[in-house]
């Protein structure tokens, strides 16, 4: 572990803890780090550039899915395994769509593994239409966990 993962991992604790919240983000960064590996594996055709949208576009979601972690653990410290109780089980339903969100990720890296693994695909593959319809299930459940959150901050200045 050099220098700067050391601070990251720092930064990480102070932000996410070390609980729920910090181990639903960091799944979910694993599936983005291995959705990038499988496609950095894929010839670098004219149908690998039509992958970088979506894998940019996961990328791009990581920092959401980091604030919805740093407000959930503003909001319900966790540094164990359990979810924090709420009055109306929103703080589960928030790990849910966050955990969610994280499989999708792994479903999105698994879709496109089967693209790499099924050989040439033309522009309307329905292998690569079905990455991309794994990332708007994606964005869905992150859409879903915001939502929680903003339920979650309601319920807590009641």
Same mark, same amino acid.
């Given at each position: 572990? $050099?220098?700067?993962?050391?601070?990251?991992?720092?930064?990480?604790?102070?932000?996410? $803890?070390? $609980?729920?919240?910090?181990? *639903?983000?960091?799944?979910?960064?694993?599936? #983005? @780090?291995?959705?990038?590996?499988?496609?950095?594996? +894929?010839?670098? @055709?004219?149908?690998?550039?039509?992958? #970088?949208?979506? *894998?940019?576009?996961?990328?791009?979601?990581?920092?959401?899915?980091? @604030?919805?972690?740093?407000? !959930?653990?503003?909001?319900?410290?966790?540094?164990?395994?359990?979810? &924090?109780?709420? &009055?109306?089980?929103?703080?589960?339903?928030?790990?849910?769509?966050?955990?969610? /969100?994280?499989?999708?990720?792994? +479903?999105? /890296?698994? *879709?496109? *593994?089967?693209?790499?693994?099924?050989?040439?695909?033309?522009?309307?593959?329905?292998?690569?239409?079905?990455?991309?319809?794994?990332?708007?299930?994606?964005?869905?459940?992150?859409?879903?966990?915001? !939502?929680?959150?903003?339920? !979650?901050?309601?319920?807590?200045?009641?």
């Amino acid at each position: 572990m $050099g220098i700067r993962d050391m601070l990251q991992s720092r930064r990480d604790d102070a932000e996410l $803890g070390r $609980g729920v919240w910090r181990r *639903a983000h960091d799944r979910f960064r694993r599936g #983005i @780090d291995r959705f990038h590996q499988i496609l950095e594996k +894929l010839p670098h @055709d004219q149908n690998f550039e039509l992958l #970088i949208p979506e *894998a940019n576009a996961l990328a791009d979601l990581l920092p959401r899915v980091r @604030d919805i972690a740093r407000q !959930a653990q503003l909001l319900a410290p966790s540094q164990g395994t359990d979810i &924090p109780a709420s &009055p109306h089980g929103t703080y589960s339903d928030l790990h849910r769509s966050l955990s969610r /969100a994280g499989n999708a990720v792994a +479903l999105c /890296a698994e *879709a496109l *593994a089967m693209v790499r693994c099924q050989g040439d695909c033309q522009l309307s593959c329905s292998r690569k239409v079905a990455v991309s319809r794994r990332l708007q299930t994606v964005i869905e459940h992150i859409e879903d966990a915001e !939502a929680k959150l903003a339920q !979650a901050h309601r319920e807590s200045t009641n």
